[in-house]
Structure formats: structure tokens, C-alpha cells
């Protein structure tokens, strides 16, 4: 299983496909909604379903008109279709002349009651949509969830600039420059707008006659938020305008931070006490040896690591890699894995790894000396062993290579792959540097506790921008006076006022390290968003990243599946009030 860059720790996950940890891309960024399925139970589901024959499954339905065509064809039938087409879309909505690209999209009848229906679309965020068909088109995600609830379609389109949706084949720094937030939500706009979908073509699924749903997890469920706020009339959005009834977003980030040492705040408070005050120690005892230590104790701590030939920071964001790896727990991550890849670092740091005969310590841990010891092993046992070799990159292989952990080094071979299925992410970094979404997961401010090394900072996270962005190509936002908070005026982030936001559903996992960036961060002004009739918010307790998308979690935890059955009926309501505002019969 490979995953691009920008989850770094995916590639662990491929590295060792044979540890029983999960399959889950975690890392450096969100993690997205992900495609795949985690159990037999509901593997089995999916591939009862006709768009489920298999995972890697992205062609035309045999017999589905025009299913693989522009989307502009077919004929109006209730009957269950399952296909996929191109969308001919802008490159620039601001400048129409400068033609258009293909955007692939995906869609399901199975729970489509025929012209006039509901339409909930969605979107993979920053990933190639590619297999997402398989599972999100299906009532074992949210989506297909929210499809069969209000008897709608389910549609899927591919982020501008991932997979097979990019207008360019070389992802130069001028070509670019279209890969905005902006951009990306007038897409949706343009699409829902224009499309005529290839199992209606009578013109009744448009957004003024029929209900439009969006819905997205992580980034795609920022772009969800994003879109209901410039929907309430930003004044900076005075060329956007929302053709969507309602919106969903799950694990939202809608808050674009610079200096992101919440994230990290999240995971230390998350973290079992013995565990976190031994990282704590560390981190406070790495930076000791960093700032303060000779280059023989610098060089002694990196290689007790096999990191020696890491400059200082990137050797501090490798480390890094541990803590990160509490966003990709799950409910069923235990129950059908026996573990998760975050407890079982803990393990490490706590000297109670699988045979080591150690018992279990107390909540003041083990002490620094064997913390850092466990970390060291983790690192070398586990983490490193082909790390870098699934990069696939000649300079890459080896079992300790570190080539791919050079991260603020211009040179790498990483850098130089500017195609769209990059394996460093370097779309998603484009949008965190030069739109700029930031995001960039420091350590905490000094006077207060963190566990990952002080070198984490914001001008450390400039250096791999400018990596993979140098000023002699053109440089990035942040670079040229872009602001951060500029951003967040554009959008609204998480200050936007429930009462100008209607219809909206956002959900957040309690110890979602990206909770930080949400209308549920205990760092939004005022407090964390209150819920309300019309915004309903709901916190899932012992959640983390987009816990309430899946029918694994469902399956194992009774909370979850009543707070998605509570998502379903508010969605069903909200879709309900369309026709009765409009007069507008519903299909039936």
C-alpha cells in the first residue's frame, strides 16, 4: 500500500504491511478521509454492492450510457447506475480564456429515487480519487450513508491537481499557481452548476430544483466549511456564490494556523501519563544536547538513532514521526488490529515492547535514560528498516537509508518529481505554503510542556518550503507578504458566525490532534463552537481523525453510530424542508 509523501508515516505503514498496526496513512498532514476497507464484515458489504466488484475498480459500469464520456449523455431512469466521467473545468475562474481540464467524478444511483432527488457530493481532498468509488459511493461511509438516508445520489470528484484531474503535467511553480482554495471551491460550484449527470439528463437534479449536499473529511471537510461561510456572504467572496442546500464536515480544519504547536498539545493530553511525561523528558533532554552539547555529543545522540546524517531539525522531525502517529487510532483499531501503531510506540518508549519480559511501569514512567533508549529502538527496529526505500528513488534504497528524512534539503530526489503522482505531496504543500493554509506542527512555546524537540519551529518549516519552492523558481505565498491571517479573512476559518451559516454538520474527534484547527478548538475565540439546531457540532468522545466515517467504528463503538444516525436524520430533515420551502414535490 503506498501513499504519498505528505502522510510520511504511510510509508511506514508500507514498509511494514506486515505488522498488524492498520492501514492507515498518517503523518505530516491530515490524513484524509481514506479509501479501502478495514474488516471482512464490511469488505463484504461493499463488494455486494454493483460498484464494488473490486477496489481497484474505476472504469465505466458495463452498460452504463456514457459512463466513461463527459457526463453529458445517458438517458433519466431510476434504475441503479454506478460510472464515472470527466467534467470539462475551468483552469482559472477568473480568466475563462484560459481554457479548461479534465475532472474525473464518480456516482452511485444505488439510493437514488430518480430526477429531482437529493445529491450528496463529495470529495477524496489531497489524494488521487482513484479506488474512492469502491467505498465512499457505498453506505459503509458517510457519504453512502448520507445517500441512502435522503434517497439521493452519491457523487464524487477528484480535487483539482490530484490523479487524473490536473491541468498540467509538470507541477512547475507557474503551473501552480491555479492550485488555490478559491479555486478548488468554485469547482464544486461550477460543477454542481453545470454538470448534467449522465443518469438525469432532464434537468431536474440542478441545485435549484433539487437538493445539493456537500460533504468532505479532514481538508475536504475544511472545504465544506469554507464553502457554507463564503456561502454566507464573506465580504471578500463577492464572486462566490454556494449552490449547496447543506454541508457536512467531518474533522474540518478550517482554520489556517502558522505556528500549529496545538497539534502536539492535542497528543501530549491524549497521551497515557507515564508515556507522555517520558516524551516530555526527552524532547527536554534532545534539545539540551542540540542547543548546548559538542559536536561529538550531537553526532553520539543522532547516531544511537542511525540519524547522524540528519542536520538537527530534520533529525527533530523525524522523531516527530512517533507523536504524529496518534491521528491514525481508530475505534476498531484495537479490536481488529490488537493494537495501534500510536500504543505501540508508547510500548517502546515505556520499555514494554512485544518479548521484552519488562513490566508494565506507573504514571511517572521509566525515566529518561530508558525513554530515550525505547525511542532509539522504535526508531531503529521499526520505523527505519525501508523507510525510504518505497520511494522508489535510486539514492533511496537501503534498509537505514535517510535520504527521504533530508526534508529541508533542495536537493533531493524527492523534490524532483513534479509530476501529480508525486510521492512527497508537493500539491499539498504548495497549499500549505503559498495559499497559505501553514499548518506547520511546531513544538509548544517555551514555559510549556512539549513532546517534540523545540527545533520544530516556524522558520524550520519555512526551510522545507522553500526546499521544495526556492525563490529561483518562483518562490511561494509566504515568501511574497501572503498572510495566514489574510487566509482566514478570505474564508472566515472558525470564526464565522453560526447564525450566517445554516445547515451545516461539523463533528470532531476528542483527541483529533486537528481538532486544534477546528470550530472545536479550545483556542477558537470564545470558546469552541456551541451546537445549535441549525449548526449542529458534536465532539466524539475518545474520537480521533474522521471517526464517525466509518462502518468499521460503527460497528464497534454504539456512540458513534448514534451520533452518524443523528447526522442521517438532520441531513434527511434539512433535504425535506428544500422541497417544502420550494414546492417542490419529492421523489418518492
Known amino acids: 500500500m503506498k501513499f504519498s509523501f505528505g502522510t510520511v508515516t504511510a510509508v511506514l505503514a508500507a514498509a511494514h504491511s506486515t505488522v498488524a498496526v492498520g492501514p492507515w496513512p498518517v503523518g505530516f498532514k491530515p490524513p484524509g478521509l481514506i479509501k479501502g476497507t478495514f474488516s471482512p464484515g464490511v469488505s463484504d ?70 430526477p429531482g432527488s437529493p445529491v450528496v457530493l463529495t470529495c477524496p481532498g489531497e489524494q488521487s480519487g482513484t479506488d474512492w468509488n469502491a467505498t465512499y459511493l457505498s453506505n459503509q461511509r458517510i457519504t453512502g450513508y448520507f445517500g441512502e438516508a435522503v434517497g439521493g445520489a452519491v457523487v464524487i470528484l477528484e480535487h483539482r491537481y490530484w490523479g487524473e484531474s490536473s491541468p498540467y503535467e509538470q507541477l512547475t511553480v507557474k503551473n501552480l499557481q491555479y492550485l488555490t482554495v478559491d479555486q478548488a471551491l468554485r469547482d464544486f460550484t461550477y460543477f454542481a452548476n453545470n454538470w448534467v449527470p449522465p443518469f438525469d439528463t432532464s434537468g431536474k437534479s440542478k441545485p435549484t430544483k433539487a437538493p445539493w449536499v456537500l460533504a468532505g473529511g479532514s481538508y475536504a471537510g475544511a472545504l465544506a466549511g469554507w464553502e457554507a461561510n463564503l456561502a454566507a ?38 497521551t497515557p501519563q507515564n508515556c507522555s511525561i517520558d516524551l516530555t523528558n526527552v524532547a527536554s533532554y534532545i534539545d539540551n544536547v542540540l542547543q548546548h552539547g559538542t559536536n561529538a555529543q550531537k553526532l553520539a545522540l543522532k547516531t544511537s538513532f542511525k540519524l547522524q546524517d540528519l542536520t538537527d531539525g530534520d533529525f527533530a522531525r523525524t522523531l516527530s514521526i512517533g507523536p504524529l502517529l496518534l491521528q491514525s487510532t481508530q475505534f476498531f483499531s484495537t479490536p481488529l488490529y490488537g493494537s495501534s501503531p500510536y500504543y505501540q510506540f508508547c510500548d517502546y518508549i515505556e520499555n514494554v515492547w512485544d ?71 508537493r500539491q499539498y504543500w504548495w497549499l500549505l505554503c503559498n495559499n497559505p493554509l501553514a499548518w506547520f506542527q511546531t513544538a509548544a512555546p517555551v514555559g510549556h510542556p512539549t513532546i517534540v524537540s523545540r527545533q520544530l519551529d516556524y522558520n524550520y518549516f519555512l526551510e522545507i518550503c522553500n526546499a521544495q519552492f526556492p525563490a529561483m523558481a518562483g518562490g511561494f505565498g509566504l515568501e511574497h507578504g501572503t498572510t495566514i491571517a489574510g487566509f482566514n479573512g478570505y474564508t472566515g476559518g472558525w470564526s464565522v458566525p453560526p447564525s450566517r451559516t445554516p445547515r451545516i454538520i461539523y463533528t470532531n474527534g476528542e483527541v483529533d490532534p486537528w481538532r486544534a484547527a477546528s470550530v472545536s478548538s479550545s483556542q477558537r475565540p470564545g470558546g469552541p463552537l456551541a451546537s445549535s439546531a441549525n449548526v449542529p457540532v458534536t465532539v466524539v468522545q475518545g474520537g480521533s481523525h474522521c471517526s464517525d466515517a466509518y462502518a468499521e467504528n460503527w460497528a464497534v463503538n454504539p456512540g458513534v453510530k448514534a451520533i452518524v444516525d443523528a447526522e442521517a436524520a438532520t441531513m434527511l430533515r434539512w433535504t425535506n424542508e428544500f422541497y417544502s420551502i420550494k414546492h417542490i414535490t419529492k421523489p418518492t
Open 45 to 114: 458489504k461493499v463488494a455486494a454492492a454493483s460498484h464494488g466488484r473490486s477496489k481497484g475498480y474505476c472504469g465505466p459500469d458495463p452498460g452504463t450510457p456514457n459512463g466513461g464520456g463527459g457526463g453529458h449523455g445517458g438517458s433519466t431512469s431510476p434504475a441503479p447506475m454506478f460510472g464515472w466521467g470527466t467534467f470539462d473545468q475551468p483552469i482559472d475562474h477568473n480568466n475563462p480564456h484560459l481554457g479548461t481540464f479534465s475532472q474525473r467524478f464518480w456516482y452511485s444511483t444505488e439510493f437514488w429515487k430518480g
Open 233 to 270: 456572504g464573506q465580504p471578500e467572496a463577492k464572486d462566490h456564490t454556494s449552490p449547496f442546500w447543506a454541508y457536512y464536515a467531518t474533522s474540518g480544519v478550517v482554520e489556517a494556523i502558522g505556528d500549529f504547536w496545538q497539534y502536539f498539545e492535542v497528543v501530549r493530553q491524549a
Open 355 to 425: 518479548g521484552s519480559g519488562n513490566p508494565v511501569p506507573g504514571t511517572s514512567g521509566v525515566g529518561v535514560t530508558k525513554a530515550l533508549a525505547g525511542y532509539a529502538k522504535w526508531t531503529i527496529d521499526y520505523l527505519l528498516p525501508d523507510f525510504c526505500d518505497v520511494y522508489g528513488y535510486d539514492d533511496f534504497q537501503g534498509t537505514y537509508n535517510t535520504e527521504c528524512l533530508r526534508f529541508t534539503n533542495a536537493s533531493s530526489s524527492m523534490y524532483f518529481d513534479i509530476t501529480p503522482g508525486n510521492f512527497v505531496g
